[in-house]
Nanobody, 124 residues
Framework: QVQLVESGGGLVQAGGSLRLSCAVS????????MGWFRQAPGKEREFVAA????????YYGDSVKGRFTISRDNAKNTLYLQMNSLRPEDTAVYYCAAKMGGPSYSNYGTYNYWGQGTQVTVSS
């Protein structure tokens, strides 16, 4: 089994920054492609970003391109999401997820393991 635990969420003003972390345990972290998704109340889960096992390739949803950066530290078994220039519409619960297979990185149905989520609230 794989356990994922997100942290770093909180309340921030528009234009501010937050850095989310996802600690992964239970299996070899470097075996997994990783992703970040978010879900706002009344909306479907939305793809935010993904990164391949080695960290050599990254992918972003259109709404966050140029503002968010996904990264990973395989030595620390940790996934990150640096979020800059935050907007009120970024308010959501953010989830990290892990998958053995690839690609289809934006399809949440292809991920095998999920964290419990961390709330990000951006005030205007």
């Amino acid at each position: 089994q794989v356990q994922l635990v997100e942290s770093g969420g909180g309340l921030v003003q528009a234009g501010g920054s937050l850095r989310l972390s996802c600690a992964v345990s239970g299996r070899t972290f470097s075996s997994y492609n990783m992703g970040w998704f978010r879900q706002a109340p009344g909306k479907e889960r939305e793809f935010v970003a993904a990164i391949r096992r080695s960290g050599g390739s990254t992918y972003y949803g259109d709404s966050v391109k140029g503002r968010f950066t996904i990264s990973r530290d395989n030595a620390k078994n940790t996934l990150y999401l640096q979020m800059n220039s935050l907007r009120p519409e970024d308010t959501a619960v953010y989830y990290c997820a892990a998958k053995m297979g690839g690609p289809s990185y934006s399809n949440y149905g292809t991920y095998n393991y999920w964290g419990q989520g961390t709330q990000v609230t951006v005030s205007s």
